[in-house]
């Protein structure tokens, strides 16, 4: 599996509300919608094989009358990390393996610089 940038808690925007081809539970998202992670992990169906799939706070997919798979998580590929701040994602690409999330504190100049005024 590869290396996902996703923690449970982390908000994030829908970039994908599309259904799905092969599915039987309504898609129920909303493309650019912001939600909450409240489970990330790795699902295995019969059709889509392995994927690493999330759970989301306020939706709860029941079981599928089909496949028989309780609460099936969506695509974590169909969502992007809702980042405040921009620069902070960037430094924490610095450190493999830690999540993309936004810094505290923003880039700070400790004195303003003054510009040259030119002639």
Known sequence: MTNHQFYVGQQVVCISAAQ???????????EGAIYKI?????????LD?????VRL???DR?????????DTPFRATRFRPLVADRLGSLRALLVPGQPLAPSVEGPLRPVKVKEEERV
């Open 20 to 30: 799905p081809a092969n599915t039987t539970l309504p898609s129920e998202l909303t």
């Open 38 to 46: 409240r489970w990330i992990g790795e699902h295995t169906h019969y």
């Open 49 to 53: 094989r392995t994927y690493i799939g």
């Open 57 to 59: 706070e306020g939706i």
């Open 62 to 70: 029941g079981t599928c009358q089909i496949w028989g798979d309780v």
